[in-house]
């Protein structure tokens, strides 16, 4: 059963400041819910992504295979130029801790072990990538290394990025990694840290941040994929080619989007979203989502659709959390995410009346 139905205006439009000016040669701030762009500058523009990179290596890897797999350090990957979590050949670690050493502390022997272990090969795990980059719509991009290190064919754009950052912090387990400030490290040789530490200061300094990655080359100059997310509201900041770095920039462009929004509550958490009638049950199930369903609106809340998708009919007895149904959300037109609906109580077989014997 798939009810759909529109959302009214209610007059939520204001006045809007003045958008801040940055110091990045290339900028984009967008909404990570409905891809909508606050502020760009040079958002189309060829740029290197340094270890920013290493968000399209985590999401790649992450789709293509299981956290609890084992890992063994090559030569190659322990070799590894730039920025080091000091692996060594031959040492054995869970991908999920390669994950975190990657994206903490932007380990590039990480990132080389990371793509060996799941494409066969750097160059088979970059083939990979690219495809990821194709699939999400990046078609200005193009990516030579997991690791981000200097390389004329390896490039991308701020709404390439914003576009990656954004597929890619909607799987759990991606936003669970790059919101870490610290992790224990289980250290194999002296060299290593006991505890990795995430380089990205916005989780140490900016309320509501969760992400994502910094990175800084010489040629790429310092590069900062930021995200934060306040009331229900998520932000992605991408910013390259920065000098002084670029915490001042993501901080003013990430208060300037969040002053643009009116976070609309459509439904909140456990609240009824819709009744399925049980049969030979005692009542009808109400269905509830498992989160507050916000609605990031700027002036645009006529542009947005839910559609409920629900079991037409459930048997007695229903459990509680029982999974019965999806509410889709749309932004003109477009799907922007899908929440799982779930039965909010049990529900009981009804009582079968007494017969005469």
Same mark, same amino acid.
């Given at each position: 059963?798939?009810?759909?139905?529109?959302?009214?205006?209610?007059?939520?439009?204001?006045?809007?400041?003045?958008?801040?000016?940055?110091?990045? @040669?290339?900028? #984009?701030?967008?909404?990570?819910?409905?891809? =909508?762009?606050?502020?760009?500058?040079?958002?189309?523009?060829?740029?290197?992504?340094?270890? +920013?990179? =290493?968000?399209?290596?985590?999401?790649?890897?992450?789709?293509?295979?299981?956290?609890?797999?084992?890992? +063994?350090?090559?030569?190659?990957?322990?070799?590894?130029?730039?920025?080091?979590?000091? %692996?060594?050949?031959?040492?054995?670690?869970?991908?999920?801790? #390669?994950?975190? *050493?990657?994206?903490?502390?932007?380990?590039?022997?990480?990132?080389? *072990?990371?793509?060996?272990?799941?494409?066969?090969?750097?160059?088979?795990?970059?083939?990979?990538?690219?495809?990821?980059?194709?699939?999400?719509?990046?078609?200005?991009?193009?990516?030579?290394?997991?690791?981000?290190?200097?390389?004329?064919?390896?490039?991308?754009?701020? @709404?390439?990025?914003?576009?990656?950052?954004?597929?890619?912090?909607?799987?759990?387990?991606?936003?669970?990694?790059?919101?870490?400030? =610290?992790?224990?490290?289980?250290?194999?040789?002296?060299?290593?840290?006991?505890?990795?530490?995430?380089?990205?200061?916005?989780?140490?300094? !900016?309320?509501? *941040?969760?992400?994502?990655? +910094?990175?800084?080359?010489?040629?790429?100059?310092?590069?900062?994929?930021?995200?934060?997310?306040?009331?229900?509201?998520?932000? #992605?900041?991408?910013?390259?080619?920065?000098?002084?770095?670029?915490?001042?920039?993501?901080?003013? %462009?990430?208060?300037?989007?969040?002053?643009?929004? +009116?976070?609309?509550?459509? !439904?909140?958490?456990?609240?009824?979203?819709?009744?399925?009638?049980?049969? =030979?049950?005692?009542?009808?199930?109400?269905?509830?989502?498992?989160?507050?369903?916000?609605?990031?609106?700027?002036?645009?809340?006529?542009?947005?659709?839910?559609? #409920?998708?629900?079991?037409?009919?459930?048997?007695?007895?229903?459990?509680?959390?029982?999974?019965?149904?999806?509410? @889709?959300?749309?932004?003109?037109?477009?799907?922007?995410?899908?929440?799982? %609906?779930?039965?909010?109580?049990?529900?009981?077989?009804?009582?079968?009346?007494?017969?005469?014997?």
């Amino acid at each position: 059963m798939l009810a759909a139905f529109f959302l009214n205006a209610t007059g939520v439009s204001a006045a809007h400041p003045e958008p801040p000016k940055t110091d990045a @040669r290339f900028a #984009i701030l967008i909404d990570a819910y409905a891809g =909508k762009v606050f502020y760009e500058k040079n958002a189309d523009s060829k740029a290197y992504p340094a270890s +920013t990179t =290493k968000i399209l290596t985590l999401i790649t890897a992450l789709e293509n295979s299981g956290r609890k797999d084992i890992v +063994t350090v090559s030569a190659n990957a322990a070799g590894a130029e730039g920025s080091s979590c000091y %692996l060594r050949a031959d040492e054995e670690y869970f991908l999920a801790d #390669i994950y975190y *050493a990657m994206m903490l502390e932007s380990g590039n022997d990480a990132a080389i *072990a990371i793509a060996e272990h799941i494409g066969g090969s750097v160059k088979g795990f970059v083939q990979m990538m690219n495809r990821t980059a194709q699939d999400i719509g990046a078609y200005n991009s193009h990516f030579n290394n997991p690791s981000g290190l200097p390389d004329p064919d390896h490039y991308t754009t701020a @709404r390439d990025m914003a576009m990656i950052a954004r597929y890619a912090i909607r799987h759990p387990a991606f936003a669970e990694i790059v919101a870490t400030d =610290k992790k224990a490290w289980p250290r194999k040789n002296r060299d290593q840290p006991l505890v990795l530490k995430n380089t990205n200061e916005l989780l140490r300094s !900016y309320f509501g *941040a969760n992400g994502i990655k +910094t990175g800084s080359t010489r040629s790429a100059k310092h590069c900062l994929v930021a995200s934060a997310k306040r009331n229900g509201l998520q932000l #992605i900041a991408v910013l390259f080619y920065s000098e002084p770095f670029c915490w001042n920039d993501a901080q003013k %462009l990430l208060d300037y989007g969040f002053s643009l929004i +009116t976070p609309k509550v459509v !439904y909140k958490k456990g609240a009824p979203v819709k009744a399925v009638y049980v049969y =030979k049950g005692e009542s009808a199930a109400e269905l509830v989502a498992q989160e507050d369903v916000v609605l990031p609106v700027v002036g645009d809340y006529d542009k947005y659709t839910l559609e #409920i998708k629900a079991e037409s009919m459930l048997f007695a007895p229903v459990n509680v959390s029982q999974h019965a149904g999806t509410l @889709r959300i749309l932004y003109d037109g477009e799907e922007i995410k899908a929440i799982p %609906l779930f039965t909010k109580a049990e529900v009981g077989v009804q009582n079968a009346p007494l017969g005469n014997d």
